[in-house]
């Protein structure tokens, strides 16, 4: 439901000639995960852009837009309505596919990579990748996962995909600590080593180590932190939890990388993210962090919750697409005044 509003700019931006809006845009920060040549099943690599596809959005970004370093979003952020084409590019969480396929196509734009410390080089999955090879790869039958409703059946293809949509959410507002014993027993679902064997064969999922992500940086592209682990800041999570979150993210990107001042929340959304993480964010010492709530680039609000629009996978209309972000904005700002006080 939280996307509503980048939906309904999806669909009218198709329809509305891109010159007619010119003078109502604003300055954007626009975000993707992933881009494949190739994808295997495409309910689990969610995440992830067409190569083909993706080339013609980033044709889209050099012809229609001003792409920027993130090293400029003060200023833009200061006088919006003398940047009306600016977007910044950015990509979540640090696949490995950043480096082997998006870097070339994004050749000449800058972009920023935020990435989740813990799994960059560790071979820790993302959670929720996890849990969707549960709900969609494990054995037939009937299951009791701490946490989360009492019983659950596997079986037919569309009840698992229904049942994927649903755990995922419950299992999103958990506190981590409880999250990571749900998984555990997600994962205790798979006999012998039939669970490595999925996690090898999807290598969209798998992230960057190290050496990579200091390649990406070495070709010009900006690190940000998207937190440690890859899971949502709400206010279930403990204060010291969210200290590793980013200030610890902070100090290993900083130790492996270099200098790191922004931040973009995991999923990002309004249950995502409570009043404490943007004041962690802060503590930290990011200078900025976004959301991944639609909106255009405004002055004022908070700058540790900026907008974001998610790029979908057929969004080649981008020029008729990003003048519409701030229709998001009156959302936006009630949830920044929500979590100020
Ligand atoms: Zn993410």
């Not at 999806?10 to 920060?29: D, K």
């Not at 190739?38 to 689990?44: E, N, P």
């Not at 190569?51 to 050099?62: K, Q, Y």
């Not at 999923?267 to 409570?274: M, Q």
Request: charged share 20%; hydrophobic share 45%.
């Amino acid at each position: 439901m939280g996307n509503a509003l980048g939906q309904l700019a999806r669909r009218l931006g198709r329809f509305i000639p891109a010159g007619a809006l010119r003078h109502v845009g604003g300055p954007a920060a626009l975000f993707f995960h992933g881009v494949e040549r190739q994808t295997l099943d495409t309910r689990v690599q969610l995440n992830h852009h067409d190569a083909e596809m993706f080339a013609r959005i980033a044709d889209t970004l050099r012809r229609d837009f001003d792409v920027r370093p993130l090293a400029d979003i003060d200023r833009v952020l200061a006088d919006p309505a003398a940047y009306p084409r600016a977007v910044f590019l950015m990509s979540d969480d640090g696949y490995a596919n950043t480096l082997t396929v998006a870097a070339d196509l994004l050749e000449g734009l800058p972009w920023t990579l935020f990435v989740s410390s813990a799994h960059i080089g560790s071979g820790l999955p993302s959670p929720v990748f996890v849990a969707r090879l549960f709900y969609l790869y494990a054995p037939a039958g009937t299951y009791h996962l701490p946490h989360l409703p009492p019983s659950l059946r596997l079986a037919g293809a569309a009840e698992r995909e229904a049942a994927a949509d649903a755990g995922i959410d419950a299992l999103r507002a958990l506190p981590a600590g409880q999250a990571e014993e749900t998984v555990a027993a997600m994962r205790a679902a798979f006999a012998g080593d039939s669970l490595d064997r999925l996690l090898a064969r999807f290598t969209s999922e798998h992230f960057l180590d190290w050496n990579g992500v200091r390649a990406l940086k070495a070709r010009g592209v900006e690190i940000g932190a998207h937190a440690d682990t890859h899971w949502p800041m709400h206010e279930k999570q403990s204060d010291a939890w969210l200290l590793q979150q980013t200030a610890g993210a902070r100090a290993r990107i900083e130790a492996e990388t270099g200098p790191c001042r922004f931040f973009a929340y995991p999923f990002g959304n309004t249950p995502d993210i409570g009043p404490k993480a943007w004041r962690a964010v802060e503590a930290a010492g990011f200078s900025h962090a976004f959301t991944t709530l639609s909106g255009s680039l405004s002055a004022g609000g908070n700058r540790f919750l900026l907008p974001r629009y998610g790029i979908g996978p057929h969004d080649t209309h981008l020029a008729s697409l990003v003048p519409l972000l701030g229709a998001g904005n009156r959302r936006l700002r009630a949830f920044q005044q929500r979590l100020a006080g």
